[in-house]
């Protein structure tokens, strides 16, 4: 069973900045797919990040492109999510998630292990 485990998250203000960890459990790291979602009050789960498992195919969602970077380390089994210039809107429980696939995805029937999430908020 791959444990994924989520860190980093806290409180910011508006414009600040944070950084997600996320350690995942296996000798096989280096064969996931990673992702990255989050949830806000009263809203459905949303995507956020993706990344290949060599980091050379990432996508990102429209709300967080050009403030928000994914990168990996395979060495460590983590995968980071650099939050830059954040907004009240960013504000929500942030996700990491695996899938046994190498391949990267924005769709989250397509994980198939999840964190318990990390709480961001963004004050304005």
């Known amino acids: 069973q791959v444990q994924v485990v989520e860190s980093g998250g806290g409180l910011v203000q508006a414009g ?3 950084r ?3 350690a995942a459990s296996g000798r096989t790291f280096s064969s996931y797919g990673m992702g990255w979602f989050r949830q806000a ?3 459905e789960r949303e995507f956020v990040a993706t990344i290949n498992w060599s980091g050379s195919r990432i996508h990102y969602a429209n709300s967080v492109k ?3 970077t994914i990168s990996r380390d395979n060495a ?3 995968v980071y999510l650099q ?3 954040l907004k009240p809107e960013d504000t929500a429980v ?3 998630a695996a899938a046994n696939s190498y391949d990267s ?3 989250q029937h397509e994980y198939d292990y999840w964190g318990q999430g990390t709480q961001v908020t963004v004050s304005s």
């Open 16 to 18: 600040g900045s944070l």
């Open 20 to 22: 997600l960890s996320c």
């Open 41 to 43: 009050p009263g809203k």
């Open 66 to 68: 050009g403030r928000f």
């Open 76 to 78: 460590k089994n983590t």
């Open 83 to 85: 939050m830059n210039s």
């Open 94 to 96: 942030y996700y990491c």
């Open 105 to 107: 995805t924005q769709y």
